[in-house]
């Protein structure tokens, strides 16, 4: 039995009167949990929508608290590191990380960057070391495969695209994942929202069938 870790970083929702205000990674995220448990029923799959549940902005206070060795914080830092410890154990006993995430500004949301500056935290997703020179930090966990998928109101942010140096959504989440011990790496998104034309419902069409082959991929 496997356990994917499912977090949702679209401030929209998926059951809005108007369909054109629902969100398109929040429904690509859930056609993937649908077709995955189509397949693995006895799988498991843990929901966190960050867009509804914002995580904390880190403070001072979370810096000296993380920095802190474990046997010598404090009751209160100790209280200010919970949520993360929360997110760090559902990440540890996660197999398959999905996160879907819209293009913001070219980037990714904020709650989204929110979650992974509680995530990622020395002696627990990753060492420091200056004794390996110019490059001290290491990745801790390891073996576990995410799926990114996203959704941007333009187009040609892909390799090669006429937006490639544009893109900061999807590199930037490629780069912080592998201190969250991850392995394999696999994106599908859909462009041209804003545009509202035959375009993106084609991206979006592939999208889904994409969707369906890397499942089938993955199994």
Not at 99 to 115: E, F
Not at 135 to 157: D, M, Q, R, W
Not at 159 to 184: C, F, T, W
Request: aromatic fraction near 10%; glycine fraction near 6%.
């Amino acid at each position: 039995m496997k356990t994917i870790l499912h977090i949702d970083s679209s401030v929209r929702r998926t059951d809005n009167s108007t369909p054109s205000y629902n969100s398109i990674s929040k429904s690509f995220g859930r056609y993937f949990i649908d077709t995955w448990l189509n397949k693995n029923h006895q799988d498991k799959v843990v929901c966190r929508d960050l867009g509804l549940n914002p995580p904390t902005f880190i403070c001072q206070d979370w810096i000296a608290a993380a920095f802190t060795p474990e046997q010598n914080r404090s009751e209160s830092q100790q209280r200010v590191l919970a949520e993360s410890d929360r997110y760090f154990d559902e990440v540890a006993q996660a197999d398959i990380i999905l996160i879907t995430a819209p293009m913001y500004n070219y980037g990714m949301p904020a709650v989204l960057k929110a979650w992974f500056d509680q995530m990622l935290r020395v002696n627990k997703t990753f060492t420091f070391d200056l004794a390996r020179g110019d490059f001290p930090i290491e990745p801790i966990l390891s073996g576990k495969t995410l799926v990114l998928l996203t959704s941007a109101g333009e187009f040609g942010f892909g390799i090669g695209g006429v937006r490639e140096q544009m893109n900061h959504l999807s590199p930037h989440i490629k780069e912080l994942a592998k201190y969250l011990g991850v392995d394999k790496f696999y994106e599908i998104g859909s462009e041209y929202q804003e545009f509202a034309d035959d375009r993106h419902v084609l991206s979006v069409e592939k999208a889904k069938q994409d969707i369906v082959a890397l499942v089938n991929l993955l199994n």
